[in-house]
């Protein structure tokens, strides 16, 4: 992805914005992660408003911005957007709590099933643990209950 797509991006999502009339929202930093992932961290006044209850408008916007990349950048990468470090906090979040379920398991010697989660929020999970040689996770459930396990190996 050239420079010149990264700045063609950054004005796409700008104008998406103020075409939806959500005002004093600037676009902070438009970055590469790998060759398939694209991460927007933008700012907004109002906050609340672009975030939504859990999260949901900003899934909403990302479906509607990935549509509008694509149409303009035909290899475009995987779009997450971010609005004031909503996205980064929730995912420091799940890393403490797969930390914190891990020793729950290495302490009580037993499986802890996490709620159910996102297939995003549960890779999060997979991934920090994935580096503890006496832990191992796995997804358990269907639809929207799957949740993780995580399981201390002896």
């Known amino acids: 992805m050239t420079e010149d797509q990264l700045n063609q991006i950054k004005d796409i999502v700008s104008d998406f914005f103020t075409h939806a009339k959500i005002t004093r929202c ?45 149409k303009q950048i035909a290899q475009a990468p995987l779009l997450r957007l971010d ?17 914190k379920a891990a020793r729950r398991a290495r302490f009580y010697k037993q499986p802890v099933a996490l709620e159910a989660m996102s297939a995003y929020n549960r890779r999060i999970i997979h991934t920090e643990l994935a580096v503890h040689p006496d832990i191992k996770t796995e997804s358990a459930g269907e639809g929207v209950q799957r949740r993780v396990v995580v399981k201390y190996i002896e």
């Open 83 to 99: 609005i004031n470090n909503y996205r980064s906090s929730k995912d420091e979040a799940l890393r403490e709590l797969a930390k």
């Open 26 to 70: 600037e676009v902070r930093r438009v970055e590469r992660i790998g060759s398939e992932h694209l991460n927007v961290a933008i700012f907004a006044e109002d906050a609340s408003a672009c975030i939504g209850e859990g999260g949901q408008n900003i899934a909403a916007f990302e479906v509607l911005l990935r549509l509008m990349i694509k």
